[in-house]
Each structure stands twice: as structure tokens, then as C-alpha cells.
């Protein structure tokens, strides 16, 4: 299967066959949607066929590892396989998702603790971190961000293999989530003199895209645990 969003995040809808329909939804040979997975919701948006537009609802993983499943609205008459179909991402939620999670990679840069958990949305997002309390502060933390943020650095991926992960541990900040191994191949999201870490989840192109932010929150989780709960201030 083709995951256009891994090579460009920016592509809206395409074309695609009907590969297969069960009752969890439809597979396509190509698609535009990003599964639920690392922290980042699945996408929602639009299925046309013959003149008729279906409602995708969520996008989830498959059995395989590039498997991606288009979840219909309830009671959806769905096209047969072999049909040839068009698809088209919700926009406006996706760039959110896109800046929201360009920007955690941001975060991970300024608190240097491992992350222990997380969660995308399209106003605001958390990392959970390993570190004691009184290391971090929110204006501070916000200060920090919207100056890494108005920096622009490009942001931009490459490829490892398994065994370069593997020999290079420090790459992985996340304790929660490990990065998908297996296929012989990982991606690497590189943020310019900032972070470089395996990340399979969309981003914006450059840093200056997301937009100002603000740090509303931090939270006591436990003991080293602390939340840091990020919005969108523009």
C-alpha cells in the first residue's frame, strides 16, 4: 500500500482502487490518511464514488504494518472492491495535527527527561516527561518554544535501517512508544540543529508554520512525572 502522507504530508485527497471492504471499513491501494498511532489521531474527511461522498469518520491501522483502514459514518452503502474511488483529508484538523506534533518534537528539545507518554490533538496536546518537578517552568518553556519556533528550521526525514536504531539507542526518547521495527527500514524526523528522533506522524515543513504556542499547563503525574500541556496560541 502507498502512504502518500509519509513522503508528503501537504497532499489533500488522491485517487485509489478499493483493495478490500470488511466490517471495520475499507482498504485502499494508495491513500492520503494517516492512521491513529503514536500519540497523532487517525484522519477524518471524505470518500466520493459515482457521484455519492461517504463520510470517513477515523483512519486505524491494519493487520500489516503499512495496512491502513478508512472507518465509513454508520450505515454508509460502501463501494466493492476494484471500485475506483477519490479520497480527501480534513484539512483544517490535519495542518492542526501537523503543527501540534512538529511542535512536541520542540518540546522534547527543551525538557530533557525521557518521555513516558503522550497525546496529539488539534488545539492541544501533552508530553508526559521523567524529571522532578521544579526543573520545569511554563513561561519559560513557552518563551523557549516560540524562539526555536521563529527560528523557521526546515524539517525534513531519512531513513535508517533496524540496526542502525539499534546502535544508536539515544535516538529513542519516547519509554511509552517505541518506534515500529521489522520492516528493514525506520524514518527519522530531522529538525535542523534542533531534534532527530524516528517519528511515523505528520509534520509542517518548517517550524515557523506552527505558529505561536503557549505552555497552559504542568501537571504532577507521579513521582518524576510530569505533564506539559501545549496550545496553539495562534
Known amino acids: ?25 475499507l482498504m485502499l ?58 479520497v480527501e483529508i480534513d484539512w483544517d484538523r490535519r495542518f492542526a495535527h501537523m503543527r501540534m506534533h512538529t511542535c512536541l518534537h520542540l518540546l522534547c528539545a527543551v525538557v ?32 523557549h518554544l516560540n524562539r526555536l519556533i521563529a527560528d523557521d528550521r526546515p524539517v525534513s526525514y531519512r531513513w535508517i535501517d533496524d540496526a542502525e536504531l539499534e546502535a544508536n539507542p539515544d535516538l529513542v526518547r519516547t519509554m511509552s512508544v517505541k518506534p515500529p521495527t521489522g520492516t528493514g527500514q525506520v524514518r527519522l524526523v530531522d529538525i535542523e540543529g534542533i531534534d532527530l528522533q524516528p517519528c511515523g506522524g505528520t509534520h509542517v515543513a518548517r517550524t515557523a508554520e506552527i505558529g505561536r504556542v503557549e505552555v497552559v499547563k504542568i501537571e504532577n503525574k507521579g513521582k518524576q512525572n510530569r505533564r506539559v500541556v501545549v496550545a496553539l496560541a495562534s
Open 1 to 25: 500500500m502507498e502512504l502518500i502522507f509519509r513522503r508528503d504530508a501537504y497532499t489533500v485527497r488522491c485517487q485509489a482502487t478499493v483493495v478490500a471492504v470488511d466490517e471495520r471499513g
Open 29 to 86: 491501494d494508495r491513500t492520503v490518511f494517516y492512521p491513529t498511532g503514536g500519540g497523532q489521531p487517525g484522519d477524518t474527511g471524505t470518500l466520493h464514488h459515482d457521484g455519492a461522498e461517504i463520510r470517513l469518520t477515523d483512519t486505524i491501522k491494519g493487520d500489516g504494518p503499512d495496512s491502513v483502514i478508512h472507518v465509513p459514518e454508520v450505515g454508509a452503502e460502501l463501494p466493492a472492491p476494484g471500485s475506483v474511488v477519490e
Open 112 to 143: 530533557p527527561g525521557a518521555v513516558t507518554g503522550g497525546q496529539i490533538g488539534a488545539d492541544r496536546s501533552r508530553l508526559d516527561f521523567n524529571v522532578p518537578s521544579a526543573s520545569l517552568d511554563k513561561d519559560d518553556l513557552t518563551a
